[in-house]
């Protein structure tokens, strides 16, 4: 068998030796270089002293990453029970580092895996569930996120999405809640040849980070005023608004009624929000 720098087996032999084959349903793109993993894992900066939850760990080339490059304590979620005995040769070979739950991230309940210790997720996600475990992160806690950093592939358009802003075709209702939140940024491509098999579309791995200081602002009436207004996103405000107050509402807080969702600032759908 040919060595790899962990000394654990190359991840093609792994998945061979497991008959692992990739199920589509399950959203199993696996990354069988190891370059590439470690440099995600170095995309999440430094790891020692923190607990780094991975959701799909799959054959594991991201977990060995991840505790190659030094992480305490990594916390790997995931659903399909074929990738358990290999995640737990990965964890003979890092005794007491990894921890694998098997069970359903969507279900997970991160927060209080984490025992209030400093802690990152970095993920190569499923695609299928991956905006909806980002928007359970960002919306768990507010004032107190459990996570110091999220390190995330996602298909590329959902990082645009993330990371947009006003007056792109891009921003929406995801771009506001990471805004208000987060600082983020995409930091690099994936092309599709990098995963077993390759998906129709390039990734991207995005960086978010929790503000120190966020706009006072109610998550519920937030969440409310961006899907009245992205609902109905070629619409000027004063229409779609218009179950929340439309016009008056938009005096009342000195935003012109004529105006679309795309172009307003998350500092304004803030404002748009408190005064529901
Ligand atoms: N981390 C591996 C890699 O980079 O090669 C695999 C990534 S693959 C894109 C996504 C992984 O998430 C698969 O291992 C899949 O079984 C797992 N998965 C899918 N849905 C899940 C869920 N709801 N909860 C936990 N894991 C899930």
Redesign the pocket.
């Known amino acids: 068998m040919a060595s790899t720098p962990d000394g654990l087996p190359p991840?093609r032999d792994v998945v061979a030796t497991h008959g692992l084959a990739?199920?589509k349903a399950?959203?199993?793109?696996?990354?069988?270089d190891l370059n590439l993993?470690a440099k995600?894992a170095r995309s999440a900066g430094p790891l020692e002293g923190f607990t780094v939850f991975?959701?799909?760990?799959?054959?594991?080339?991201?977990?060995r990453a991840l505790l190659a490059q030094g992480a305490t304590r990594v916390v790997a979620?995931?659903?399909?029970p074929r990738?358990l005995p290999i995640l737990a040769e990965i964890s003979a070979h890092y005794p007491g580092r990894l921890e694998v739950v098997e069970?359903?991230?969507?279900?997970?309940d991160l927060a209080a895996l984490a025992k209030g210790a400093p802690a990152k997720i970095v993920?190569?996600?499923?695609?299928?569930?991956g905006t909806q475990?980002l928007i359970n992160w960002l919306t768990a806690d507010v004032d107190h996120p459990f996570w110091t950093s999220m390190t995330l592939?996602f298909q590329k358009e959902v990082g645009q999405r993330i990371v947009a802003v006003p007056g792109s075709n891009h921003y929406g209702r995801l771009g506001v809640l990471a805004g208000w939140l987060t600082h983020s940024e995409i930091l690099f491509d994936v092309p599709p040849q990098a995963?077993?098999p390759p998906p129709k579309v390039t990734s991207s791995v995005v960086q978010l980070e929790p503000l120190e200081k966020r706009l006072p602002c109610h998550l519920a009436r937030l969440e409310r005023v961006t899907h009245a207004a992205f609902g109905q996103r070629r619409k000027m405000l004063r229409q779609s608004l218009k179950p929340l107050g439309g016009e008056a509402l938009l005096e009342r807080v000195g935003i012109e009624p004529t105006r679309r969702a795309e172009t307003l600032s998350v500092a304004e759908f803030c404002v748009l929000a408190e005064a529901l």
């Open positions: 991840l990739p199920k399950l959203g199993q793109n696996f990354l069988f993993t995600i991975e959701i799909g760990p799959g054959p594991g080339g991201l977990t979620v995931e659903r399909d990738c069970g359903d991230a969507l279900e997970t993920a190569n996600l499923p695609y299928n569930v475990l592939m995963f077993t």
